[in-house]
């Protein structure tokens, strides 16, 4: 069954950056869209980033244009959150998310950014 495991969260200090990795398994990896998104507490859940099934083409909320860049390696069936500029509001549980089973939400990473 489709498996997503988010990896990569941490505590870091405003400006800091982050790397979060999310391995895919249980389906065809490279025939999905991939997007990431957060919850930050008492919050609703929210979209961050997406990506097309071969990378070229990416959208990112407003909120995080120009400092998070979402990449994926097929061979890999890993998608890749890079945070630069962390700020506190960035301060969220990340999780990854499939077109292939909407439903289904994995564990998710913490991020945890300190003024």
């Known amino acids: 069954q489709v498996q997503l495991v988010e990896s990569g969260g941490d505590l870091v200090q405003s400006g800091g950056s982050l790397r979060l990795s999310c391995l895919a398994s249980?389906?065809?990896?490279?025939?999905?869209?991939m997007s990431w998104h957060r919850q930050a507490p008492g919050k609703e859940r929210e979209l961050v980033a997406n990506?097309?099934?071969?990378?070229?083409?990416?959208n990112y909320a407003d909120s995080v244009k120009g400092r998070f860049t979402i990449s994926r390696n097929n061979y890999k069936n890993t998608v890749y959150l890079q945070m630069n500029s962390l700020k506190p509001e960035d301060t969220a549980m990340y999780y990854c998310?499939?077109?292939?089973?909407?439903?289904?939400w994995g564990p998710g990473t913490q991020v945890t950014v300190s003024s």
């Open positions: 990506i097309t099934t071969g990378g070229g083409r990416t």
């Open positions: 998310h499939s077109k292939y089973n909407p439903n289904y």
């Open positions: 249980g389906f065809a990896f490279g025939f999905y869209g």
